[in-house]
């Protein structure tokens, strides 16, 4: 099978590389200065164990990856970007392609459904960046990530099995997984903290307000009758897998969204994690006003032009109580 990695950053970057270096069929779906780079001198993947520049074929859209039925489409760009994303896909190919969302956040999957028929949620949790045109950074020393993948909304295949199994031969931790949405759930409990993160750089009493943000979370969950993998799972899926390794010259800075901020973008996927509770809050008649409040960080971070860590965890929590008020 041939992978069509469409988006190219930190994780899809560092997929696409390590399943090249597998000797697996790749092509990268990129954009803008990022593909030039990449077209012209190679994607340089960096990781503990140095750095190595890779030739892999690069697009800047899926109707110039001449994509077939036998290919798999790995969406990796962030959420908000996905239904775009998935327009230009169903108009590139008549091919009933098998679609795996590589992506944080729960709402990808429902989104591919609707326009194609074999779509696959998978976990992710693999610490890499992207944070200049032409490189992606990875500290995972030992196996390079967890990518257990399943169909959605459950079960596996054979496709699945193959996915999983390239995706071990390439260094990675990867299972098929039939119930894969509880543990994408669990994902996003731990990604509730992004917004978070790029708002305070978790200084001041950040843990209290994480505590409000999960809190919150789990009533929603409970109260739409959402499964969620529980904290013991997760702990025993990650032991032994990977370990967090300085890459010298690449400090480890912070997840997607703090990447986001620091690149200036323009755009942030908040609404599709905190946001995500505050539609499930709203559904079911939970209150969420610590989500709500991260939620509305995020865009003032992003309007008025704010660098990461602009605020206080102390000034997080006042606003949240007067959210609550």
Known sequence: MRFVIYGAGGIGGTIGARLHQAGHDVVLIARGEHARVMRDQ??????????????????????????????????????QHTAAA???????????????????GVAN???????????????????????QPGQVVTHAAGRGGILDTGCYPGGVDDACRAITGALEAAGFSARPEPAIMRLKYAKLLMNLGNALQAATEFRGDSAAVSRLLKREALACFAAAGIDCATVEEVERRHEGVYRYEDVPGHPRGGGSSWQSVVRGTGNIETDYLNGEIVLLGR???????????????????????????????????????????
């Open 86 to 104: 998935l327009e230009d896909l169903e108009r590139s190919t008549d091919a009933d392609v098998a679609v795996v969302c590589a992506q944080n």
């Open 42 to 79: 190679g994607l340089e993947l960096v990781s503990p164990a140095g750095a190595v520049r890779l030739n892999l074929p690069v697009v800047t859209h899926p109707r110039d990856a001449g994509i077939t039925g036998d290919d798999v489409v790995l969406l990796a760009m962030k959420s």
């Open 109 to 131: 999957e429902r989104m591919a459904l609707r326009r194609f028929g074999r779509v696959y949620g998978m976990l992710v949790h693999l610490p890499a960046s992207y944070l």
């Open 283 to 325: 559904l079911h008649g939970v209150p969420t006003p610590a989500n709500r409040v991260c939620q509305r960080l995020a865009w003032r971070i992003l309007r008025e032009g704010l660098a990461p860590g602009a605020f206080d965890a102390a000034d997080v929590l006042a606003w949240i109580d007067a959210e609550a008020g």
